[in-house]
């Protein structure tokens, strides 16, 4: 087989294939005995019919396309593994010349992973900002554990106002048709602006319980049925009570209540747990810090399309939490911020990209590998998470190979902080102001709860939606750099 190489652009490969003639031949003929032994031809027994009748019944155009869907994949993978090329994204077979008795040719376009040129990755020094219990955090603990036991009781009537929670009934009406999924009853509704619809809960403000009236109000023009959007309704509303939410008394009888002897042993537990937590914090910080130095010394050069894959994921993420959580996206993709998040999203992309080409550049300096032994706790985890049994967590290639690669991504991550100088100094002082949007759990971004659930609705489907863009068939071929920072996989380590 004659193999040629084109490079294009910053990690374009094009590659011709010219198979020999009776290599090709043979191939076709495979395919030939293959399907007349799963086919009925009259007066022959299956898979005894000679060829030309094969040809006559079947055609030769549709065993040549049955020869080349087994053929391609096998001269695709022998190919790259024989020019050693780290392939990652599907072949683009942009050609395929097969005439019986002529050599097989064949034109495929595909993506190689970037070189990465790797600087100081062992040992470098790092400053990080210690996270630190905060003076009030047991009191918020213990407030938190006292608020899970509150209660809504009814109080006496007066007047509603807002921020109250009310008890109602009511019955929505288009057009003077009751519209479907119109009617409630025992609705708690806690009366915020903007809550339910625009306008409904100042209309329900300063009436009283016990009484019925009604309410007009627009359903918003990007609604999830869309039968309603933009429409008009009128609610006939019957306001039963307004309830009060109560917390307990932070003392013995609450600590017994949530399963500890005493107060003291639930405040023991809580600051075992803040404390944990803060730990992990500090070591989330290091890995971040040691990371960060490892990448900024190394160099790659970006293909944009690796950029643009991997926006696109985080969008369709992004759009996927939208959806789970009740929001309407295309709501939010005409607002005034949808471009700036677009764009912040390109940001996180690329430094996602990056980093994970230099972490898998050092599993390759160093040769890490990912033993059996070192996925059994992943496994026993998804087991457990989702009931269902160990061989079939096992046996699934794809949940395999997502435990491997965030396995191998511990390991380097773990391998770069143990090697590394690490210093805990200060955290700056942070100006809290009207729009701040920081998360005040020890400096934890607000999204990492939609990531996180992200990542485990992922390995419940086994799948990885950026294999679908980046995945190629032939068994060596690499995959594109997952959002998650992936290191690599291991056979290619």
């Known amino acids: 087989m004659k193999v040629t190489l084109d490079r294009e652009g910053k990690n374009i490969v094009r590659m011709g294939l010219e198979l020999e003639s009776e290599k090709a031949l043979k191939a076709y003929e495979l395919a030939c005995r293959q399907l007349s032994g799963k086919i009925n031809i009259p007066g022959f027994r299956r898979g005894k019919a000679p060829r030309n009748i094969i040809e006559k019944t079947l055609g030769v155009d549709y065993i040549k396309r049955e020869a080349l869907e087994r053929l391609v994949p096998e001269l695709l993978t022998r ?14 077979i942009d050609n395929c010349d097969f005439e019986l008795g002529s050599p097989l040719k064949l034109n495929a376009k595909f993506e190689v992973r ?32 006292a608020e899970s036991k509150s209660s809504m009781a009814p109080v006496a009537p007066r007047e509603v106002k807002m921020g109250d929670t009310v008890l109602m009934d009511f019955e929505c009406k288009v057009n003077g048709e009751i519209v479907e999924g119109g009617k409630a009853q ?36 990007a609604y999830r049925n869309k039968e309603l959007a933009g429409k008009d309704a009128k609610f006939s509303v019957s ?7 109560t917390i307990p008394d932070v003392n013995e009888e609450l600590a017994k209540e949530v399963g500890y002897e005493n107060l003291d042993q ?29 990448v900024a010394q190394s160099k790659v050069d970006i293909p944009e399309t690796m950029i643009e894959r991997e926006q696109n994921l985080l969008m369709h993420q992004l759009k996927r939490y939208f959806e789970q959580t009740g929001q309407p996206f295309e709501e939010f993709e005409r607002s005034d911020e949808f471009q700036s998040v677009k764009d912040s999203k390109f940001e996180e992309a690329k430094q996602r990209v990056l980093t994970s080409l230099v972490l898998g550049a050092v599993v390759r300096q160093e040769k890490m590998t990912v033993q059996d032994e070192e996925m059994t ?20 290639e794809e949940v395999r190979r ?15 902080v143990e090697k590394a100088t690490i210093k805990f100094v200060p955290e700056p002082a942070h100006e809290h102001g009207p729009n701040c949007d920081h998360d005040h759990e020890h400096g934890k971004e607000k999204a990492k709860k939609a990531d996180s659930e992200q990542k485990s609705e992922a390995k419940a489907e086994a799948k990885s939606e950026s294999k679908k863009d980046a995945e190629a068939k032939p068994a060596k071929a690499k995959e594109e750099e997952k959002p998650k920072e992936k290191a690599g996989k291991k056979g290619k380590n």
């Open 79 to 92: 190919a790259i593994l024989d020019e050693n090329l780290d392939v990652i994204t599907e072949p683009e």
């Open 114 to 145: 970037p070189e990465v040129t790797l600087g100081q990755y062992l040992g470098v020094s790092v400053d990080v900002p210690e996270a630190v219990m905060p003076d009030d955090a047991l009191d918020k603990a213990l407030q938190s554990v």
């Open 186 to 221: 025992g609705l708690l509704l806690e009366l915020r602006e903007g809550a339910f619809l625009e306008g409904f809960c100042e209309q329900v403000a300063g009436k009283m319980p016990n009484t019925d009236f009604e309410v007009e109000a627009k359903f918003p023009p």
């Open 239 to 245: 306001l039963k009570e307004i309830r009060e939410r």
């Open 266 to 294: 639930l405040k023991d537990f809580l600051k075992e747990r803040i404390g944990e937590e803060i730990k992990q914090e500090n070591d989330m910080r290091s890995q971040r810090a040691v990371v960060d130095a490892v």
């Open 377 to 396: 706790p992943y496994i026993a985890e998804l087991v457990q998470r989702y009931q269902v049994p160990v061989e079939q967590v096992a046996r699934n």
């Open 402 to 416: 997502q435990i491997m690669e965030e396995v191998l991504t511990n390991k380097v991550v773990e391998y770069l």
